[in-house]
């Protein structure tokens, strides 16, 4: 399998010609979607679904399907109809030759006053996980932890911190387009230094062969 890095949150995964995109929010690329066969999305937040563009995906690619959450799979489901398909915690679902599995029911605290909002997280093919929006531990082995170096709901030591409770082989940043180059050999210090885990990130664009 095939992994590229997409700018911020999102990333696209290859395999025996076929593609999966997670989370093609609206700081991405917008050809990070062109060509998918499934695409995942883990929240309704605007940096993870961008809505006139997934629409415009649907409509580009009729074979192309959706599995989200119900609060996005309800802002797409009456215009492609068995093609927006919802999830939540404890699902397992094969798409295009991907085996998927859901973790996760909520969005990290941002702050007390603002309402936590619904989030799951994405195990492929039982080795890549995206959390989304939190920090989601499966109850399952992951060998590459898409991990979420930078956010207004997060700081190192938590990040750091869910890295060693995942215990992955590896990370890779995703959830970065706001981290600046000035902090980022920073964060490559302390995250590989101490997270217990092979560390690195992509710039959008690149790939790796998982």
Same mark, same amino acid.
């Given at each position: 399998?095939?992994?590229?890095?997409?700018?911020?949150?999102?990333?696209?995964?290859?395999? +025996? =010609?076929?593609? $999966?995109?997670?989370?093609?929010? #609206?700081?991405?690329? !917008?050809?990070?979607? &062109?060509?998918?066969? @499934?695409?995942?999305?883990?929240?309704?937040?605007?940096?993870?679904? +961008? =809505?006139?563009? $997934?629409?415009?995906?649907?409509? #580009?690619?009729?074979? !192309?399907?959706?599995? &989200?959450?119900?609060? @996005?799979?309800?802002?797409?489901?009456?215009?492609?109809?068995?093609?927006?398909?919802?999830?939540?915690?404890?699902?397992?679902?094969?798409?295009?030759?991907?085996?998927?599995?859901?973790?996760?029911?909520l969005h990290a605290v941002i702050h007390p006053?603002?309402?936590?909002?619904?989030?799951?997280?994405?195990?492929?093919?039982?080795?890549?996980?995206?959390?989304?929006?939190?920090?989601t531990v499966p109850d399952h082995p992951v060998?590459?932890?898409?991990?979420?170096?930078?956010?207004?709901?997060?700081?190192?030591?938590?990040?750091?911190?869910?890295?060693?409770?995942?215990?992955?082989?590896?990370?890779?940043?995703?959830?970065?387009?706001?981290?600046?180059?000035?902090?980022?050999?920073?964060?490559?210090?302390?995250?590989?230094?101490?997270?217990?885990?092979?560390?690195?990130?992509?710039?959008?664009?690149?790939?790796?062969?998982?």
């Open positions: 399998m095939r992994l590229t890095k997409k700018t911020h949150a999102c990333v696209r995964l290859e395999k +025996d =010609g076929r593609t $999966l995109v997670i989370d093609p929010g #609206a700081f991405t690329e !917008a050809d990070a979607v &062109t060509g998918a066969d @499934v695409i995942l999305v883990t929240h309704e937040h605007a940096d993870h679904f +961008d =809505g006139d563009r $997934l629409r415009a995906a649907l409509e #580009a690619s009729p074979a !192309a399907e959706l599995w &989200t959450l119900r609060s @996005v799979a309800g802002q797409l489901s009456a215009a492609f109809p068995g093609r927006v398909h919802t999830v939540g915690h404890g699902d397992a679902f094969s798409a295009a030759g991907f085996d998927v599995r859901v973790y996760g029911e006053d603002i309402p936590r909002i619904t989030n799951v997280g994405y195990l492929v093919d039982g080795t890549v996980f995206h959390p989304g929006d939190a920090l060998d590459t932890l898409l991990l979420p170096v930078q956010a207004p709901w997060s700081k190192i030591s938590e990040v750091i911190e869910y890295v060693r409770e995942v215990r992955p082989r590896r990370s890779l940043d995703v959830h970065d387009a706001l981290l600046t180059e000035l902090a980022r050999p920073i964060y490559d210090h302390q995250i590989g230094g101490l997270g217990g885990a092979e560390h690195g990130r992509l710039a959008p664009g690149e790939s790796t062969d998982l």
